[in-house]
């Protein structure tokens, strides 16, 4: 496993052990929750996810 892959673990970790603390997340949705926010670090921290479409884009050359 790489530092990054590493790194992208801990953080997905430690987000959901947030959300669990404030109630958002029970041991009922822990698997799913868990996939989720290791997709979503995994896609921003790699560039796999599309940007959203709220995000500015840069001005087209031409």
């Not at 669990?20 to 997709?39: D, N």
């Not at 921290?45 to 884009?57: H, I, M, N, R, S």
Request: charged share 25%; hydrophobic share 35%.
């Amino acid at each position: 496993m790489s530092s990054i892959d590493e790194q992208i673990l801990r953080a997905a970790k430690e987000i959901v052990v947030k959300f669990i603390e404030t109630g958002r997340i029970s041991p009922t949705t822990f698997p799913e929750a868990f996939k989720s926010v290791y997709a979503a670090v995994n896609g921003t921290v790699k560039g796999l996810e599309p940007p959203a479409d709220d995000d500015p884009q840069p001005p087209a050359k031409g």
